[in-house]
């Protein structure tokens, strides 16, 4: 207060102008350091758009191959993310559009991008029981492996939904069905869980047992 009440400034004015002047300065400094946090955590090239559905993402949904590999051709972002966090490819492979996921692959979609869930595009293909899907991901490199944040890995998800032919593919590609989710529970219990007798068989065919 010493500064607020120097000589020749009226102390009542300070109470009732200054003060409230100094809250409406920080207010504003506020408001603009958190604009500016913003604008810079946004890439100039953004991959998210939260202002309008992405023209590839949509063409995928459509399961429209060309004009989704005309934007490509564009050089549209082939790694465009929505507000989850998944790519043209997690849509691809979600709806087993085998055509749409190989021409992502050649424009060097990344396979093993995760969502905010942590799951990758052969995660959703798992999912889905779109082999054909899981065949070309894993021919492009992707992790069979790969868990999300909840642990748990396409065969863990194939076997509790009782997917057989995924999960024969799976094994094929060596997934590892020893591996643990966050429960610690393995692909053989979940199918076990899920009452999956027909998985169960085969994974005990493959000298798996738990």
Known sequence: MQELTRPGLDPATTCEHILPMYIRLAARLFITAAIGTVLTSVPVRAEIDLLKNDRLIEAVKADDLTAGEALLNQKHNVDVREQNGRTPLFFAAARGFEDFVDLLIRHEAKIDAVDKFGNSPI??????????????????????????????TPLMMAASDGHLATVQALIDAKADPSLTDFTGRTAWEWAQRGNRSHVLRYLKSAGIHR
């Open 123 to 152: 995660y959703y293909a798992a999912i889905g029981d779109h082999v054909g899907v899981i065949e070309i991901l894993l021919e492009g490199g992707a992790n069979v492996n790969l868990q999300n944040r909840r642990g748990m």
